[in-house]
DNA sequence: GATAAATTGTACCAACTGGTTCATTTGGTC
DNA sequence: GACCAAATGAACCAGTTGGTACAATTTATC
């Protein structure tokens, strides 16, 4: 950020002189880096509270090219969401649980899960403020209602193949035991604050965190167990 | 909110006929028709997003009297959380447990904790909400700090008689179980939003929510039978 | 009747904020 | 060398927003 030829002070650019530096042209590079800070800026202050200068400071470019790429703040808020969303469904289908037995497959998961939530505060906080948003721009980004689903899929193989065996019990369905998952991968970092506040125990802590892990995954294969 | 004289257009207001007009005093009912705006506010558009405009035209007052009884729009924020936080302690410290069996007292407090979040999601959402800002006001209200933990000695207490009783296997911190209640009871509601928009459920919807209550409850107590 | 607290209204302000305008240059590609 | 997309930068703007100033009145209390 910084500059060779003093920029002219006039409203009106200068003709010459206006700047001897060179760079290399990369949109890529600039998206990322405008993505990059707005996701910290959002992450932090949520939609409302966060500010686009403040935004375009973080960044290595300018609030110019903010505009020029997403075109407003909401815009820039839903490549933010839509790049977050797009990075745990392909973390979702990096699984490759098939070839394990159906215990260790769903417990695998269970464990999975809740490291990627502890790992990804900045995913968790996001889906809280676009749920404080009643999801609205989920709602109206074109690029995740197609995508989704995939890991009830996987749930819902892992779970039949278990009932086959006679290891889990029959009747529940594949949205419940993901819906469980979820929650308890996604509480201890949502409401890490409030809890930290309340009861006094940083559920984030190194020395906390693998007790709470177990929890959770022993929670859920015994919901499942015949 | 009609005025029986129609007040002057000057900066400075009128000497007579000001306002023929009666009113009660009654400063405990015009804090609670503040808090209630702001609570309206608030929980639909977070601290930053809330407009202390629109909280005093939802409110029987005006803006002066918003300024007059909380100082900022901080401090009327703080009180809306603090009185939420005295309405669940209040519910848990009124829950009669003790008479029962240790596993029909857990289960019914686990029934009890799921409807209280379903029925109050405002609750749900100012908790998110400060969840966002870091529990940064729960961290500087005097009253939130002395409170709590209550919650945490009755399921202490329950888990014991059913570890004493041979119901429950041991080994279980009260802490433990509590955020796993809260976790299956919270989650629902906090993420209804993004849970419809992804999977095209409604967990709140009337003819889903019984299925989610029963699988948090049987959750819970698999969790921790021996 | 005096005193203090509760209440009323509204115009107003300074700071902030999302977004735009203007004019121009540079890099890559054919 | 031509041409277009990429990139630059800073001033500027209109609308918004939290918060205040000012001046007065009414109600309850003793």
């Known amino acids: 950020m910084e500059k060779t030829v003093t920029p002219a002070k006039t409203g009106t650019p200068p003709r010459a002189d206006r700047k001897a530096q060179s760079w ?3 949109p890529e590079g600039v998206r990322r880096s405008i993505l990059d800070a707005a996701r910290l800026e959002f992450v932090e202050h949520g939609l409302s509270g966060a500010r686009v200068d403040e935004i375009a400071a973080k960044t290595a470019t300018s609030k110019r090219m903010i505009y020029y790429y997403f075109g407003d703040k909401e815009g820039l808020y839903r490549a933010v969401i839509e790049e977050m969303y797009d990075r745990i ?3 979702e289908r990096g699984l490759d649980l098939g070839a394990l037995p159906p ?3 769903m417990a695998k998961l269970a464990g999975f899960t809740f490291d990627y939530h502890a790992d ?7 889906v809280m403020i676009e749920n404080i948003h009643h999801a609205r721009h989920l709602a109206t980004s074109t690029k ?8 009830i899929d996987v749930i819902r ?3 039949r193949r278990g009932v086959a065996e006679g290891l889990f019990r029959p009747g529940i369905e594949a949205l419940d035991i993901h819906l469980t998952i979820s929650a308890l991968s996604f509480y201890n970092v949502s409401n890490r604050a409030s809890i930290r506040q309340v009861f ?7 020395d906390i965190l693998p007790q709470r892990r177990q929890t959770a995954i022993d929670t859920v294969m015994r919901m499942l167990r015949a």
Chains 1, 2 share one sequence.
């Open 89 to 91: 469904r392909r973390f």
């Open 144 to 151: 995740i209602a197609t995508l989704n689903l995939s890991i």
């Open 120 to 126: 990804n505060p900045d995913f968790v906080r996001m």
């Open 24 to 26: 290399t042209q990369d």
């Open 103 to 105: 215990d260790e497959a």
């Open 157 to 159: 193989e892992i779970y």
């Open 200 to 206: 006094g125990h940083d559920m984030g802590a190194p």
